[in-house]
């Protein structure tokens, strides 16, 4: 497999020559379903609940959260190039797809006996980071099939597409359980928030869907096949290391360019998840916003994201990937920069400046999916994808980082703001010099 391809060839990719849509949309409601663990699992719900005062001190059981997401995370970052690179070599990326989601599922569903006491944190901290690793394997083979459902003229429209599902995805399930379950008294079926029945009963929920939503691809997309002349002999697991450090050598060697992207995508999207992650505290603490508002404002800047996400992704097959992550990228830093400034200014600051901010989130994320997706040889997408949710856990600390010293030093939250523009400014920089065009991995 050596570089014979530019960027954009399907000769050596060996793409299909027509993208089906029904295998698109098949794929992609996979991303729609899956928004049940990252919105409402990590984000807006369960991580909210058992962080609670009902499990004890909140700042105890924050740093304990912290903790158990960074063993998870330590796990993705050792494991995850190894169980993409066999699902490669076993030919059974969808069966791994389909293991790993539905032990999530299960995970979610398990989050139900996490009743509102000190003596059920444990279980809900090992679910939640349990389901932190499944996700992310999940993930890996997820992005890997990405090849298999578009051509090198469609990729860009299809990875946006799918991304934007999850957006309006999360949403749709965020509306169904928070107006259903959590913010009335007695929600639907006679459910209360009486030792946390209302979550509990949103994880079932959350679960449902995301195993309903995934069923398509498993059912319509065929099973990965590596081409003969790609193919690799089976190794045991520990062999399977050598072979990665081998083919990272490789990778120096022959497309250091790609290294260099994986550096610089690691870090600017750190700070994308940094955006949404810090975004609710933010409107929260700084610009007064109610909890039922912050939800109100989550919702929209979803839906934003998710539009804006699916043009660009069209966007991405006619300019290349690297203008839109450039362009997505700045446009981040300088819509944060006006929120930053323009802090004292109240609410209607954060509803103009803070949601024209979420228009480029999606279309970074994406963009830099089909970057990297364009320059992956047949055979090999499980494991370079493995090394892309590697490089990405092994700057996760920044973001958090950046925030909580800008805030230590300077004693105000909204000094945050400037932490995580400054992450993306980083990743931006690094990116600049990336070639947009080069030789296929090798």
């Known amino acids: 497999m050596t570089g014979i391809a530019e960027q954009g060839s399907t000769d050596a990719r060996e793409l299909p020559d027509k993208t089906s849509r029904r295998r698109v949309v098949a794929w992609s409601f996979w991303d729609w379903g899956s928004a049940a ?20 001190d909140k700042d ?29 070599t076993s030919g059974r990326r969808k069966l791994w ?11 979610t569903a398990a989050m139900f006996f996490v009743e509102a006491s000190p003596s059920f944190l444990l279980l809900g901290l090992v679910l939640v980071a349990a389901g932190n690793v499944f996700f992310e394997f999940a993930s890996v083979n997820y992005n890997a099939m990405l090849s298999q459902v578009s051509t090198a003229r469609t990729i860009g429209r299809v990875s946006g597409f799918g991304w934007g599902m999850g957006y309006i995805g999360g949403i749709v399930l965020l509306l169904i359980v928070y107006f259903g379950f959590i913010s009335p008294d007695v929600g639907l079926f006679g459910v209360t928030s009486e030792n946390g029945l ?32 790609v193919r690799r002999p089976r190794v045991s697991f520990l062999r399977s290391y050598i072979v ?13 360019q790609t290294v260099y992207f994986l550096i610089a995508s690691a870090i600017f999207r750190d700070g994308l998840a940094g955006v949404f992650t810090f ?9 007064g916003f109610s909890p039922g508002e912050v939800i109100i404002f989550a919702i929209a800047a979803n839906v934003v994201a998710g539009v804006a ?30 929120v930053f400034l323009l802090h004292d200014g109240g609410q209607i600051v954060f509803w103009t400046a803070g949601l024209a901010l979420t228009l480029f989130v999606g279309p970074a994320q994406s963009a830099s999916r089909t970057f990297l997706a364009r320059l992956i040889p047949a055979g090999r997408e499980g494991e370079v994808f493995g090394l892309y949710a590697t490089t990405g ?17 300077f004693g105000e939250t909204y000094w945050g703001i400037l932490g995580l523009m400054l992450v993306l400014l980083v990743g931006l920089l690094l990116l600049l010099p990336v070639k947009a065009r080069q030789d296929q991995i090798g």
Do not use: C, H
């Open 37 to 56: 663990f990252n919105a409402v699992v990590t984000t807006f719900v369960f991580t909210v609940y058992i962080t609670g005062s009902s499990f004890g």
């Open 60 to 88: 105890v059981i924050s740093a304990q959260l912290g903790w158990a997401l960074a063993i998870a995370g330590l796990l993705v970052a050792v494991l995850a190039p190894i169980t993409g690179q066999r699902s490669d």
């Open 97 to 107: 797809l389909g293991v790993n989601t539905f032990i999530v599922v299960g995970l």
């Open 198 to 229: 209302s979550v509990r009963v949103t994880m079932l929920i959350a679960a449902a869907w995301f195993g309903l939503f995934a069923l398509p691809v498993l059912f319509s997309v065929p099973e990965y096949r590596s081409p003969a002349a």
């Open 244 to 256: 990665l450090g081998q083919d990272i050598i490789r990778l120096w060697k022959t497309s250091r």
């Open 279 to 287: 975004g609710g505290v933010l409107a929260a603490s700084v610009f």
């Open 309 to 338: 996400t699916i043009i660009a992704g069209a966007l991405d097959d006619r300019v290349g990937a690297k203008p839109i992550i450039v362009t997505a990228l700045i446009g981040l830093i300088v819509f944060g920069s006006i």
């Open 393 to 409: 856990r092994a700057v996760s600390f920044l973001a958090p980082t950046m925030f909580a010293l800008m805030v230590t030093i």
